[in-house]
């Protein structure tokens, strides 16, 4: 089964991938309770962008510090999990 992402705060025409297999995107008011990655915030500053991601159904937060390359191609340089209690 594809991972589903909400679209909460995807800009159009970004089509994240995972393994060369693109996700499934689902409209955030339409997931309810279905498990699914949601992009909490995205700022970018030049180069350089952090990304926190939620997957709510097992208590958990991700933190990415990205960098982009002179292709525009962005690459995770740290990650950072947090658990919070359900």
Avoid: C
Wanted: charged share 30%.
């Amino acid at each position: 089964m594809p991972l589903v992402v909400s679209d909460h705060l995807l800009e159009p025409g970004v089509t994240p991938s995972r393994f060369g297999q693109p996700l499934r995107i689902v409209p955030d008011r339409e997931l309810g309770t279905e498990p699914h990655l949601r992009i909490l915030s995205f700022d970018v500053d030049g180069s350089r962008a952090r990304a926190v991601v939620e997957y709510r159904v097992e208590g958990v937060r991700i933190e990415f510090d990205l960098r982009s390359n002179s292709h525009g191609w962005w690459t995770v340089a740290d990650a950072k999990v947090v658990t919070k209690k359900l």
